[in-house]
Structure formats: C-alpha cells, structure tokens
C-alpha cells in the first residue's frame, strides 16, 4: 500500500540551527501538507502546497519557515533558525485530490531543539 | 475564531462495549469532517469521512453522525477492542477544501 514516508524519524538540534524535514509524498498525489504536533496537543496546520506553490499557510508559519519541492518527488520543510517552541512532531501528508478528501500522513519527524 | 473541538479529553470503556466520541465544530460552512486515529509515536490514521449533505455514514465497525443544526460530530465504534486504544480526532474541512483543521482529541482507553 503507497504510504508517505518522512526522514529523519527523530532530529535534535541547538537552538538557532537550521533544520531540514525531508517527505516522499504518495506519487500520484496533487496536494502536500505539513502539520505539526506538540506532545500533548492537537495536530496543527502549518501549510499546504499545489502546483509547486504554496496555497494556504497558517500563523505558525512565519518567515522562519519554507518548504520546497525541488525534484517532484520530495517536498521538504525548512526551519531557519530553530526555537525551543519548535519542538515538535512535524507531520507530512498528501491527498490525491481535493474531491478525495482523505489525507494520507507520515509517521512523523520528532524535532527537538536544545 | 472558529475552531473544531471535543466534548470529553478521555473515554474509557470495557473490552466489547460500543464508544462514542463526540465533537463539536463552529464553522458553519464546512461541509466535509474526518475521523483520524492516533496511536503512540505513530501519524494521524483516517478512519471515516463524512459530508454535509449526509448525516450518518457506516463503515467496518464504525459510524459517524453528523448533526448540522447543532454542528456535533460523533464516532460510534462497535464492539470496541483493545487495538482501538488511541486519540481521536475529528477534523474538519475548510477554505475552499485545501486545509483540514484538527479538533483537540479525545483519548480511547479500553479496558480488557
């Protein structure tokens, strides 16, 4: 069965440092997402993609953050300079289209920030 | 603002007893919701999806309701097992369809 898949499964990093969440979304999919999800909490929305662009993003994603996908098959997301708030489960998904509703989700990338 | 939240953060419930788990959403023109499981360490699962135009839809030992005049979403499961431990969510689908928005979860607990 397709799945998305993320990497790393668990990344620790200083405070300030730049940090790369890497996903392989389902292929025939149209739509990306990341989410984030500090323990405990409700998963949040952070952004969405279509078409190589970004379509809808939330208040948690500021300036300090972006996401790219560089060679149609990986859709990464970048923290510039990380924040101890940024610790997380950061959650990929894709969706085939908007008429199939379903999000299919990662496993999740822990981020914690020292 | 408006948000999508749950009734009750944790539920526990005897090995075969049917569960339900309740939610309450505020944005009145959402017209798609999902149920998502989530067990430890793992991502959100889909579990069943509903539209607006419909109030009850049945799947493999669950079923949702969805009750537009009051805007309460619920998750029926059936002879509830102990692999059906997890935090629910309900989500629900805004914006033109390209964003779900997650409810606070609800937390399963089944007890042998």
């Known amino acids: ?114 | 603002g408006e948000s999508v939240g749950l009734h009750l953060p944790t539920l526990s419930v005897q090995e075969g007893d049917n569960s339900i788990i309740n939610c309450a959403y505020s944005n009145s023109a959402s017209d798609y919701f999902i149920w998502y499981k989530q067990e430890s360490g793992k991502g959100p699962q889909f579990i069943i999806d509903i539209r607006s135009n419909m109030d009850k839809r049945q799947g493999q030992r669950v079923t949702v309701l969805l009750n537009k005049t009051v805007k309460h979403l619920s998750l029926q499961i059936a002879a509830t097992q102990p692999g059906d431990s997890a935090v629910y969510f309900c989500a629900e689908n805004n914006n033109a369809g390209n964003m779900l928005t997650f409810g606070g979860g609800t937390r399963l607990m089944v007890k042998p």
Not at chain 1, 11 to 35: A, D, K
Not at chain 1, 51 to 61: A, L
Not at chain 1, 84 to 110: H, I, Q, V, W
């Open chain 1, 1 to 114: 069965e397709p799945e998305v898949t993320q990497t790393p499964s668990h990344q620790v990093t200083q405070m300030g440092q730049e940090v790369i969440l890497r996903c392989v979304p389902i292929s025939n999919h149209l739509y990306f997402y990341w989410y984030r999800q500090i323990l405990g909490q409700k998963v949040e929305f952070l952004v969405s993609f279509y078409n190589n662009e970004i379509s809808e993003k939330s208040e948690i994603f500021d300036d300090q953050f972006s996401v790219e996908r560089p060679d149609g098959s990986n859709f990464t997301l970048k923290i510039r300079s990380t924040k101890l708030e940024d610790s997380a489960m950061y959650f990929c998904a894709s969706r085939l289209d908007l008429n199939t509703g379903e999000l299919f989700f990662g496993e999740g990338s822990r981020l914690t920030v020292l």
